[in-house]
């Protein structure tokens, strides 16, 4: 149980190019989402984090207008990376939780997205 | 603000021997601690977490408190841990897990 999905795995496209990756829960309803970008041979680290139905929350230095979250449904969430550039290159990971209370709950993590821009 | 350590970026050792991944947390309150296991192409999952104080493929993890510490455990390591390892509490009131750099498993045969 617990899986969560993550599409596309992996996508090359030109600069300025706007890429959406979709993050779904396939056998639970997510309340919250969390987005997360992981440079080569370095830790995760947070970007946002997606509540269903409400804006998303983003971390410090973080663009929201760069990096569009729509959680719209309790399975689905996406990031839009907007009019994309070489330096947005990264792997894109995203996870779900599926209690209300979700401090003490595990994230479920998706496969991951390999955006590279030329 | 809450913070994780893991000191050491890489670990190597020889298959059979013991391993211990080190984590220290800074944390106001009761901290929940997981940690996440990374295996070469595959999703990060969740190894174990202190609340439940299980062992998992043969890992523990004792909370101590005195040392702010969270340390991963295995008395005799095999190939299939090769890993990255990440240590992580969550925030408590939103739930997102600050994840310390993480730590290179390596098991030489």
């Known amino acids: 149980g617990a899986v969560v999905s993550q599409h596309p795995s992996r996508v090359i496209c030109k600069s300025g190019t706007s890429v959406k990756i979709e993050c779904r829960s396939l056998?639970?309803?997510?309340?919250?989402m969390f987005w997360y970008r992981q440079f080569p041979k370095q830790s995760l680290m947070l970007m946002a984090t997606s509540n269903e139905g409400s804006k998303a929350t983003y971390e410090q230095g973080v663009e929201k207008d760069k990096f569009l979250i729509n959680h719209a449904s309790l399975t689905l969430s996406t990031l839009t990376v907007t009019s994309a550039h070489p330096e947005d290159s990264s792997f894109y990971i995203c996870?779900?939780?599926?209690?209300?209370?979700?401090?003490?709950?595990?994230?479920?993590f998706g496969d991951g997205t390999r955006l590279s821009i030329l | 603000a809450q913070r994780v350590t893991q000191p050491e970026k890489l670990l190597s050792v020889f298959k059979g021997a013991p391993v211990e991944l080190k984590c220290n947390y800074s944390y106001s309150g009761s901290p929940e601690l997981f940690w996440y296991v990374q295996y070469s192409r595959q999703r990060l999952q969740l190894l174990l977490r202190h609340i439940s104080r299980e062992s998992i493929k043969g890992f523990t993890a004792d909370l101590n408190k005195g040392e702010t510490s969270f340390h991963l455990k295995k008395p005799f390591a095999q190939e299939e841990d090769s890993a990255m390892y990440y240590c992580a509490p969550p925030s408590s009131n939103t739930g997102k897990l600050i994840f310390g750099q993480g730590t290179t498993l390596q098991v030489k045969p």
């Open positions: 056998d639970f309803q997510a309340t919250t």
């Open positions: 996870s779900a939780v599926g209690q209300s209370v979700i401090s003490n709950q595990p994230q479920h």
